[in-house]
């Protein structure tokens, strides 16, 4: 399965009573794909994962995968081995092409015991699993030892979404991994450095308002015009800036209403984005002719 060099972390639409939106999420879908993305990740840190229900899960993957005509990955990971295979399962049996497992925060297990969690979930079932390192969120790193072992004795343990942002592990992974193992930036702001040292795309939120200028930029330098690929990284800047000034999903909700696609608030505790940052977001898309 490819997933394609640009996947989406998509947000989740809500209504005003703050019901899942299915006919947003549709819509937003297939408004992403006319902008050049190539797969999407379900129900992860961008789709407010941790408020959504297990049926939620499953619907999304079910409206989405119905709506447009590229891979869906669903988040299964929790920091509960037993719940993660049962949302891994869960996914693929609605129809999702691959599996994000993200590590077990609060449990702190060591190094060993990741290994046989995502181990465990990723040989539950038969579609690829993407691991997802982010200890910013879950207080525990996946160290490039322990990814690069998974890579090698796992098959369905196939691609990394980085978010350390930790440039020499990266590079550590790419070289101790299995032939064939992806390794995407889980940073906007690093996706042309990223590509730049082997990795092969992004699990973005940008794209959410900007995935054209993000797949120019992408396709620039894998096509060797690596001044232009510059240019358009630097255009970017501010709007990767922009989008993380307040946790994620915050700022990207807000910016998609700037940008005339209103899907909806955040489940508490997560609010609406501050004036502050919503100035500083008009001012970023303005900059980039996408605000309406």
């Known amino acids: 399965m490819d997933f394609g060099r640009l996947i989406v972390a998509m947000v989740t639409p809500f209504r005003e009573n703050l019901e899942i939106d299915l006919g947003r999420a549709a819509e937003l879908a297939r408004r992403l794909v006319a902008d050049g993305v190539d797969a999407f990740v379900l129900s992860g840190t961008t789709g407010e994962s941790p408020t959504l229900s297990r049926q939620e899960k499953i619907d999304l993957i079910k409206t989405v995968k119905k709506a447009v005509h590229v891979p869906i990955m669903g988040n299964a990971g929790t920091n509960d081995t037993r719940v993660s295979i049962r949302n891994a399962l869960d996914a693929e049996a609605a129809g999702a092409d691959g599996l994000l497992l993200v590590a077990p925060y609060y449990n702190k297990p060591d190094q060993g015991m990741l290994y046989d969690h995502f181990a465990a ?53 790419m070289k101790e991994a299995a032939p064939g193992f992806r390794v995407y930036t889980g940073e906007d702001s690093l996706t042309l450095p990223s590509l730049a040292i082997g990795a092969y795309g992004v699990v973005s939120v940008t794209a959410h308002v900007a995935g054209k200028l993000m797949k120019e930029m992408i396709e620039a ?65 303005a900059e980039l002719g996408l605000a309406k």
């Open 121 to 173: 979930i990723a040989s539950a079932v038969h579609i690829p699993s993407m691991l997802y390192n982010v200890p910013g969120r879950t207080g525990i790193s996946i160290r490039p030892e322990t990814i690069a072992r998974l890579s090698r004795d796992v098959p369905n343990i196939t691609m990394l979404k980085d978010a350390a942002g930790v440039l020499d592990d990266t590079t550590i992974v």
């Open 221 to 285: 330098y894998l096509a060797g015009r690596n001044a232009e690929a510059a240019a358009l990284h630097q255009r970017l800047c501010a709007i990767n800036k922009a989008l993380f000034l307040q946790p994620n999903p915050v700022p990207v909700k807000r910016a998609l209403r700037l940008c005339g696609l209103d899907v909806g608030s955040l489940r508490p505790p997560l609010k609406d984005a501050s004036p502050e940052v919503t100035k500083i977001l008009a001012a970023a898309l």
